[in-house]
């Protein structure tokens, strides 16, 4: 019985020990923000990674990467700072105290919890293995392994009940080397032994060597967020002022339409002719010759461009004509320093903050291939994108593009069956389109409001309740208004509704509509006087 005390007192010792010492994630100092690093080795890339974080060495080189969603550092300041903190982060673990003493294979379906791991030699990892945090998201995993480690094909770590892959920790005393579509969480550090990943693999963590070689081969591999990480918001969003109201427009060329075209917002340009675009199709104004709003979007669009142009970016995309394939990018200001060739799909990653705000400066055209595509992620909004090119750009056929477009200098053309989530603007260039779909992603409301506001306020036209179910209301004044009419269009710029208001309120049925986001148009003899967004939630 005594001995059986001893041995419980020990156990309970242990535990309280451990959440006192390890209740918070280990810290890496600069070594957190670091995806992939050795502090004496070369980083080695083939094939497509998609990469985000900062990669490089601070002994050998860095090769074989495309566009990474990161900064690369090799032989600089930043990676002897972080070889000093890598350092300091493998002592740290290396000096915890086991409390489990888990067999060599990990995996096989097998559960654990937070804890010490220890193992004594080499250890794989087979099948899934589960880690439960039981709620706390600040429970802590630390696996020491005192020889090399390696993954079977198609093994995984599964995290659960508030478990972060940021408080994961591999200790690694010997090659890791981890098989083809294996998904590992964690910061894996590897004393004196190189680092192997491979095709179709998956990392929610960090890949770090004190000694030896880094490579990969076509793997997608990101720092984790949480544990106290940055939240990124990216820069502050420009100040659209009346360009917010355009969805295409040029201050100074034509603006010319083929095919039937859908558009949600005004079209115009300031200097030459507006041509080609249906009324009936367009919810906006459209500027047929320059007038006193494209003279001012004009100017406003002169001031947005400035101002991204000024914009110090955090991170540049080493190769230009490599943009898209399937590239994730987070909330940062982007540099591309050539003429840029966007192939295929980018995707862009709030990271749960709908606020965040993507801005990518292309110094040189942009052209895209047919069917590209802007893929918005975890809360990503098209609003909160935007796109810098000097030079032309063309977007080419049955794209998806997202986001509001400035040119400078340089004509832009949208191809047949683009669907552009946003804004094409240029302060000087044609611009055309054929045949496409475009919707201003509208923070304000449309310029025939505006004029309509200020020749005479009383004559708003409200609608309640917005969002709507089964019904909305419609009030007006209508004998002040004559031959008033109400259109509205769902996101695509199909007709959902077009009826002559004549009462002062009017309620509409509206339950057969799909739930989502509508644009109106209130026409008085023909003419739009008030535009606007209505939400239908059912």
Known sequence: MKISSIKLVTTVTLFFLFHTTFSQALDLGTASKFVLFSSNGAVTNSGISQITGNVGTNSGSSTGFGNVNGVMHDGDSASARCASDLLAAYNQLNSTTATFFPSSSLGNGDTLIAGVYSIT???????????????????????????????????????????????????????????????????????????????????????????????????????????????????????????????????????????????TGDVGTNTGLTTGFDSTLVIGTIHKIPDTSTSRCASDLTNVYTYLNTLPHDIQLLYPAQFGRNLVLTPHTYLLNAATVFTDTLYLDALGNTNAVFVIKINGALTTSTFSRVILKNGAQSKNVYWKVDGATSINDNSIFRGTLIGNNGAIALKTGVTLDGRAMTTVGQLTSTAITATASTSCLLTGLTEFKARDTKREITFFPNPFTNAINIKTDALQIRDLRFRMYNNLGEAAMNISITDEVTQLQTGDLPSGIYFYSMLSEGKIIQSGRLIAQH
Not at 122 to 133: G, K, P, R
Not at 158 to 187: D, P
């Open 121 to 263: 030699g080499a250890a794989t990892l087979n099948s899934v293995l589960t880690l439960n945090a039981k709620g706390n998201a600040n429970a802590v995993f630390i696996f020491k392994i005192q020889g090399a480690f390696s993954t079977s094909a198609n093994s995984k770590i599964k995290l659960i009940n508030g478990a972060l892959a940021c408080n994961v920790f591999w200790k690694v005393e010997g090659l890791v080397s981890m098989a083809t579509r294996t998904a590992m969480r964690g910061t894996i550090i590897a004393h004196n032994a190189a680092i192997n990943m491979n095709a179709v693999d998956t990392l929610e963590g960090r890949a770090l060597s004190t000694t030896g070689a880094v490579t990969l081969n076509g793997m997608f591999a990101y720092i984790p967020t949480g544990c106290g990480s940055t939240v990124l918001t990216g820069p502050a969003a420009p100040a659209l002022a009346s360009t917010a109201c355009y969805a295409l427009f040029s201050g100074n060329g034509p603006v010319t339409n083929s095919g039937i075209t859908h558009v």
